[in-house]
Nanobody, 112 residues
Framework: QFVESGGGLVQPGGSLRLSCVAS????????MSWYRQVPGKERERVAT???????RYEDSVKGRFIISRDNTKSSVYLQMNNLRPEDTAVYYC????????WGPGTQVTVSS
C-alpha cells in the first residue's frame, strides 16, 4: 500500500517535495520509484532509488528532481525543483519492480 502527499499548485520555477509512505512489504530490500500520469497518457516512471541508495532519473527530470528514501520510516521522497508546466501530472510511488496496487497519487499542477 502506498500513500502519497505533498502535491499542489506551484508557479513555473517553483519547488515541491512529495512524500510517500509504504506498507505491506519489506521496504528496505527493494527499489522504489516515482511515476506520473497525465490524463490520456501512459503512466511514466520519472525517478528510482535502489536499495543501496543509488538514484536514477529519466532525462526529462534529470538535474531538477531528487529522489531519496528513509528506510526507518518506509518512506520515499521526491524533491522537485525548477518545475515546468509539463511536469503537471498526478504523481504516484510504487516499487521499481513487481508493482503493487497503486495509491491515490498526489496532484501536481505547475501554472502561472
Amino acid at each position: 500500500q502506498f500513500v502519497e502527499s505533498g502535491g499542489g499548485l506551484v508557479q513555473p520555477g517553483g519547488s515541491l517535495r512529495l512524500s510517500c509512505v509504504a506498507s505491506g512489504f519489506t521496504f528496505r530490500s527493494g527499489g522504489m520509484s516515482w511515476y506520473r500520469q497525465v490524463p490520456g497518457k501512459e503512466r511514466e516512471r520519472v525517478a528510482t532509488i535502489l536499495p543501496d541508495g543509488e538514484p536514477r532519473y529519466e532525462d526529462s527530470v534529470k538535474g531538477r528532481f531528487i529522489i531519496s528514501r528513509d528506510n526507518t520510516k518506509s518512506s520515499v521522497y521526491l524533491q522537485m525543483n525548477n518545475l515546468r508546466p509539463e511536469d503537471t501530472a498526478v504523481y504516484y510511488c510504487n516499487k521499481f519492480l513487481y508493482l503493487g496496487p497503486w495509491g491515490p497519487g498526489t496532484q501536481v499542477t505547475v501554472s502561472s
